[in-house]
């Protein structure tokens, strides 16, 4: 499948590296990317996940898994919480998430930002080779394309952005915005979730910065024209439905459902995160309770929600809301027999995450704005044809799009609404449930990790071949 190995290495650069094997770490970016570089191969460059005195300047950490190596730096203390905790997750995370209200704006923060990336940058340009080809990811290094630049790396370099990016009006609040969207015109080819972050970034750059649509897929500012377009991310679906038939998923399922005593089980799987609906749902699931008595007893919700960032406060308040309330609606309802709602804040294997995907009658995915939402696609990716579950999914996820059409579609800030999906989703008949499974297992099993990995370079290779040279 991979007709673009011989046109150069693939180098790649996020801010979390790997693993590529199961190994219980949430989190899209990392699921999305191991998927698809582990069949292609390359560098993966980025942080250790540790903190050094020598920081960004510390020694590389190689390794090497089949054909990839994974390479990796530390950053001090100081880089960490400025750089990661504070422009990162701070002040850029909200933002993106239409969340200016938690969002905060420090100097301090945008110095730590462009110093990292400036670093990131420079430590990269060690490891390229002339033919190279760099595709960065993330939030985290918006300006890296414009830095490698300023070293005088000259092939194609690409971005993807794995989180929403906002409407202008929204993203016009950062500080200095202007300028982080000039620095990004450095990529030859920015890839968004869905056609409305596309959307959302090229207005910014015809709307506040006076540039211009030179066509569907290019935009110009200045004397820099770029490719601007949609790739929306997949799972590796095959790989994840194999999971899911594996013997020890089916083990699971079985254990799970002589737990259940034959109740429903409503699954959420998701990174402790405001922007994923939490609380949201859980009063949700409140309202089912009240609004649908008979499921008192009979449907139990799963919240897996690994803990992620708790150094930082909003996350901490998070956790404390979280389990407040489903502390207060096991009390309301709990009896000696039925727990209402459990909450586990472990990571678990791929595979135990498909068996209890599998055993689950409803998957329940109500991000209050999510970049694409993966769990949504493994959820599908993990039903058994003969006897599928059901997703409830947010309007709001960039998985909408594509499986809008067999899910059942939810304001997540609307409790009856979420309420009424559940209730219906529970009563489902077969056939329906088969209907609309099969009209979600076609956009999964085509958008994949792999595809999306493949369509997004052959625009970054043929940007190099000439073949879509910025001259518009
Ligand atoms: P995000 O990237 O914002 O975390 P996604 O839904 O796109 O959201 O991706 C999350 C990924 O992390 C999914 O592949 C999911 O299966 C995985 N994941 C979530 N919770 C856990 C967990 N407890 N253990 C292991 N993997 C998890
Ligand atoms: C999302 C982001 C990734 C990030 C992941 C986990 O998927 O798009 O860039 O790695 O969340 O968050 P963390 O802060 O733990 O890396």
Redesign the pocket.
Known sequence: MDTNKEKGRLVVLSNRVGPLSDS??????A?GLGDALRRRGGIWFGWSGKTSEQGTFSAFDRETEGDVELVRVDMTEQENTDFYGGYANTTLWPLMHYRLDLAGFERRFEAAYRHINQRMAARLSTLLEEDDVVWVHDYHYLLVGHELRETGFKGPIGFFL?IPFPPPEIFAALPNANSIVRGMVDYDVIGFQTERDCRNFCRYITDELGGEQVDEARVRLGDRTIIAKAYPIGIDAEGFEKLARSADALALRKKLYTMLEGRHQVVG???L?YSKGIPERLRAFDELLQTYPENRGKVTLLQ?A?LSRAELESYRDLRRELEELAGHINGAFGTLEWTPIRIMT???T?RA?AGICRASRVGLVTPLR?G????AK?YVAAQDPENPGVLVLSRFAGAARELQAGALMVNPHDPGDVAGALQTAVTMPLAERQRRFETMREPVFRTTAQSWCADFLAELYAFRAGDRSGAA
Do not use: C, S, Y
């Open positions: 219980g770490k949430a989190g899209g970016l699921v794995h799987v998701d990174r995160d897996i690994p472990r990571g678990f791929r995450l999510d694409m939402n993966l769990v493994e």
